[in-house]
């Protein structure tokens, strides 16, 4: 009985349709779907840079503001404890000499308040006045005002004078003139009363460039400024190419959070006429009160273009890819499905009756070639069979039951093997999500690592001078390279076998100093090398800075007044083997005996919330691991040493 054909397939249940499918929807829909992702979150993190870079810079400019007012307030108390000024202050020509002392400690005004006195600033109201009435140096930023600053010199009067300009997004305001100052005011105890000097910021251009210089050294284009309330009195943000913006306001929003909050702000911000990558902090006066900013930046365009630039090529990468791989794949599905179709057209003649009708393969060698030749086949073994069926229909029963348990054999086999594949799938995962996991970190250090080099290249021979910060965060890279190493060896511990390999550590003592340096010159420390070690050590250098760099830093909060201190490395012998002996010794203030007896136990800390308690813990697990030990022998008021002791490496021979 001849058979009906077969209804067409639709397109959309076709095998054609689902090739295709297969086809192009990873590459025309999951694709720019992850590239979306991606995009939006390398713009996140290029954000996250900048906003860190505007912390740092923020930083750095608060500091050189509280050095202005240690400096001065120093230079008062030095000059006020001096026995030249006990000396002066008897004579006729005290006014003159001190007028003298007040131009060479660049102060806009100095004067000796004797006790009850009421001239000058104001007396008695100011806090850095009483506290130096009560016998202690003190130093602040107060807001003078007008009146006050004429009696102390007409000049500062004139000089704090400042009109308003009006500015786009500030808060509205009927004030057209800001007159009063803001002083840095610093007054110590002196022979016959207070002795009190300060500084007036409006108008300080010299403070306000060096500062502007310390943040963005090698003239790179950035912005400081001071503000009194929400006006720029001290600022190198420019109106026009040689007009200092001095008299404009600060935005809003910015004015809201830090003034009236009382927060930091760290954002993009609109600076007199465009867009900056600010940073905002309040500035307290002696009353406790925020009476002004502080405020640096750079502007925001350049980077916005690079960010849009990286997006728009990356974009044209992914089209590129797009067009040139979407052709590739249709030929690729065309040369599934063809074959596929005139399979299904044979079976529809077969099915119409005709039995010789064949796909005719081409003898191509693929998997749909072998379907293809292997359905001819099957179908003359068909019509054969057809044809012997019932002479032979016991034969083909039981060749049926001979095929059966093959399958049910296979059967067996597959189920086997599957149970093989989903263990081995397992144990693969495991290996890739830790792989992953290193990739994932790798991704923001190969940025960090790119941008480094695009600022260095940058720069060029402007670079030279911070050669010793791009080292640092080449070594701090490193660092974090060694860490993503150790993930990896979890995952392809074939590629990451240990060598073994030995380090000199008078070497890593060297290499440590540039990350202590500023430290020990902000505090007033004189380090001294004496290393004289041999031999190399088997302890990861950096575990070993890390080490070295605590115990510098315990050594120098141990000296608040300064000192020297001192690293010295021999080569000793500790039961006829070689050891390498690291000690550093402080002048600081020392530890008794039962403090000295809990200092590397976890937690443990004599700083009252300055400290967590795990850094000598933790040098202690560094250096014990590495087959060493760490001691320490202190006492107060003789200073303390630390020694670190570490067997020395036999080479192999």
Do not use: C
């Not at 002196?190 to 210089?213: E, K, S, T, W």
């Not at 002696?286 to 974009?315: C, K, N, Q």
């Not at 999500?433 to 940025?447: F, S």
């Not at 150790?486 to 008078?506: M, N, Q, S, V």
Request: charged share 20%; proline share 5%.
């Amino acid at each position: 009985m001849t058979r009906q054909p077969a209804a067409p397939i639709p397109f959309r249940r076709s095998v054609r349709a689902r090739l295709l499918a297969i086809a192009l929807l990873p590459l025309l829909i999951v694709l720019p779907l992850l590239l979306a992702m991606a995009a939006r979150n390398w713009s996140a993190r290029f954000d996250e840079v900048l906003i860190a870079k505007i912390h740092g810079e923020l930083t750095i400019a608060h500091q050189h503001l509280a050095g202005l007012l240690q400096g001065r307030g120093a230079g008062i108390a030095a000059l006020a404890g001096s026995a030249e000024f006990a000396r002066e202050v008897r004579g006729t020509g005290f006014a003159a000499w001190l007028a003298t002392e007040r131009t060479r400690l660049g102060l806009d005004f100095l004067d000796l308040l004797a006790p009850g006195d009421a001239a000058g600033t104001g007396a008695g109201r100011w806090p850095v006045v009483q506290a130096a009435r009560a016998g202690q140096q003190a130093v602040a930023i107060d807001i003078f005002s007008a009146g006050q600053l004429a009696r102390l010199d007409p000049a500062l009067a004139e000089r704090a004078h400042i009109a308003l300009v009006p500015t786009r997004a500030a808060v509205p305001t009927q004030r057209q003139l800001e007159d009063r100052g803001m002083v840095v005011q610093a007054a110590a105890p002196a022979p016959g009363g207070v002795l009190v000097g300060g500084v007036l910021l409006n108008r300080n251009l010299d403070f306000i460039d060096a500062m502007n210089d310390l943040v963005y050294p090698g003239g790179s284009q950035g912005t400081a400024t001071l503000f009194l309330d929400d006006v720029r009195i001290s600022t190198n943000v420019r109106l026009f190419a040689d007009v200092r913006a001095l008299g404009t306001r600060v935005s809003a929003a910015v004015r809201a959070r830090v003034l009236d909050q009382g927060e930091v702000w760290l954002d993009r911000a609109f600076v007199v006429n465009d867009w900056y990558v600010s940073g905002y902090e309040p500035i307290i006066d002696s009353f406790g009160a925020r009476v002004g900013m502080l405020y640096v930046g750079f502007l925001d365009a350049p980077y916005a273009a690079a960010e849009r630039r990286s997006l728009i090529r990356i974009g044209l990468i992914v089209l590129g890819v797009v067009a040139l791989a979407v052709p590739v794949l249709l030929i690729w599905a065309r040369g599934i499905f063809a074959p596929l179709e005139r399979m299904t057209a044979v079976l529809a003649r077969v099915e119409a009756g005709e039995a010789g009708a064949r796909v005719a393969a081409s003898g191509g060698r693929d998997e749909i070639a072998r379907v293809a030749a292997r359905l001819d086949t099957l179908l003359d073994q068909v019509a054969e069979r057809e044809q012997r069926l019932r002479e032979h229909g016991e034969t083909l029963e039981a060749r049926v039951a001979a095929r059966t348990r093959d399958l049910e054999a296979a059967n067996r086999q597959l189920d086997a093997t599957t149970r093989q594949l989903i263990i081995s799938e397992k144990l693969a995962a495991i290996g890739e999500i830790t792989a992953g996991v290193a990739h994932e970190i790798n991704n923001p250090l190969a940025v960090i690592q790119g941008n480094i080099d695009v600022v260095r290249d940058d720069l060029g021979p402007r670079a030279e001078p911070l050669r010793t910060e791009f080292t640092l965060i080449q070594q701090q890279i490193q660092a974090i390279h060694i860490l993503v190493t150790k993930l990896l060896r979890f995952a392809r511990p074939e590629e990451y076998a240990e060598t073994g390999t030995g380090h000199d550590p008078d070497g890593v003592i060297r290499d440590t100093m540039p990350l202590v340096r500023h430290l020990l010159s902000k505090a007033g420390v004189a380090l001294t090398l004496d290393l004289e070690s041999a031999g190399t050590v088997s302890i990861n250098p950096t575990e070993l800075q890390q080490v070295l760099v605590n115990l510098i830093v315990n050594a120098v909060q141990a000296m608040p007044e300064g000192g020297p201190l001192q690293i010295v490395s021999r080569s000793v012998r500790r039961e006829g083997s070689a050891w390498v002996e690291i000690s550093v010794s402080d002048s600081g203030v020392g530890m008794t005996a039962a403090v000295l007896a809990r200092i590397f136990d976890p937690f443990y800390t004599t700083k009252r919330g300055q400290g967590t308690g795990l850094g000598l813990s933790i040098s202690h697990t560094l250096v014990a691991r590495a087959g060493g030990d760490l001691r320490a022998t202190s006492a107060p008021g003789q200073g303390s040493r630390f020694v670190i002791a570490l067997p020395v490496r036999a080479d192999p021979a």
